[in-house]
């Protein structure tokens, strides 16, 4: 999915703001930041943006309110949005709604813990999953934080309830629980360090084989480089294969495999805002 990022400092400028309209009146999906720009110059864009087209992609930094918001998700803005943006439940579930009437989505990336409903320092547990429900899409990642899979598992019943998913941004070797997260339609990206882990890399492509078959869908990140025959089987599975291109020059057997494997892309809400970025 490409894409043209508006970066600008001075969100004042009315040059800046003409040039986001310029942007959005070009047929091209937009990135763009709500503190970047005033609020009728984003609706503005919004509009012109859908009606070429394209996407609008608003990554909320909470400057705007809820309302706002609304008017720009019912305009067909789409709204990347996090926990550390926006901690009330209400207020998402909100600007969901008029998110599906302007034909646009909430992607909602949960940094904390998956809190029980009795904590009060984060959106509970139960309002993350009626937020799923509802038809939010969830991101999730254990670099920074070790996930309780039976709470993933929920969060990824109630997504697929709600015409989402989740997605799981995995860290370290391949988990052996991943039934239930693959009966769900999970997402499930992890990179070619599961192959480089003590593990026999015979039996991590059984699991990737298995996790694809109960209905996961996986997309492999290779940043370190594997064996050419290894990758041929992965690639067999059905997994999505993400290259990293430093890895190769035009000489590599493994430009082949790129470029076959780039005629395959997995949708563009499999991932937040970029497919080559791992939180």
């Known amino acids: 999915m490409k894409s043209e990022s508006i970066k600008d400092k001075n969100a004042?400028?009315?040059?800046?703001?003409?040039?986001?309209?310029?942007?959005?009146?070009?047929?091209?999906d937009i990135t763009?930041?709500?503190?970047?720009?005033?609020?009728?110059?984003?609706?503005d864009s919004v509009k012109l943006c859908r009606k070429k087209g394209a996407r609008f992609r608003l990554v909320d930094s909470g400057k705007l309110d809820r309302f706002q918001l609304e008017w720009l998700a019912g305009a067909g803005a789409?709204?990347?949005?996090?926990?550390?943006?926006?901690?009330?439940?209400?207020?998402?579930e909100h600007v969901n709604r008029a998110c599906q009437?302007?034909?646009?989505?909430?992607?909602?990336?949960?940094?904390?813990?998956?809190?029980?409903?009795?904590?009060?320092?984060?959106?509970?547990?139960i309002d993350l999953k009626d937020m799923g429900r509802g038809g939010i899409y969830f991101y999730l990642s254990n670099r920074e934080m070790k996930r309780?899979?039976?709470?993933?598992?929920e969060l990824a019943h109630a997504c697929r309830k709600g015409g989402s998913w989740l997605v799981y941004y995995l860290h370290g070797s391949l988990e052996n629980s991943l039934e239930d997260l693959a009966r769900n339609k999970t997402w499930i990206h992890v990179t070619d360090q599961i192959f480089h882990e003590p593990e026999d890399p015979t039996l991590v492509l059984d699991k990737i084989r298995s996790a694809m078959s109960a209905g996961?869908?996986?997309?492999?990140?290779?940043?370190?480089?594997?064996?050419?025959?290894?990758?041929?089987?992965?690639?067999?599975?059905?997994?999505?294969?993400?290259?990293?291109?430093?890895?190769?020059?035009?000489?590599?057997?493994?430009?082949?495999?790129?470029?076959?494997?780039?005629?395959?892309?997995?949708?563009?809400?499999?991932?937040?805002?970029?497919?080559i970025f791992l939180p």
């Open 148 to 153: 309780d899979i039976s709470r993933l598992n």
């Open 78 to 92: 789409d709204l990347y949005t996090s926990d550390e943006a926006r901690a009330e439940a209400s207020d998402l």
């Open 216 to 275: 996961a869908k996986i997309i492999l990140h290779v940043e370190k480089g594997l064996d050419l025959s290894l990758l041929r089987d992965v690639i067999k599975t059905q997994a999505f294969v993400l290259f990293k291109s430093s890895l190769f020059d035009y000489r590599s057997p493994l430009r082949a495999l790129e470029r076959k494997t780039r005629k395959r892309k997995p949708d563009f809400l499999s991932y937040y805002l970029y497919s």
């Open 32 to 43: 763009v930041r709500d503190d970047q720009y005033e609020f009728p110059w984003l609706l």
């Open 12 to 28: 004042e400028a009315p040059e800046k703001a003409y040039e986001l309209l310029s942007w959005a009146g070009k047929g091209r």
């Open 101 to 125: 009437k302007g034909g646009a989505f909430v992607a909602y990336f949960h940094h904390g813990p998956l809190e029980s409903e009795e904590e009060s320092s984060s959106i509970s547990f």
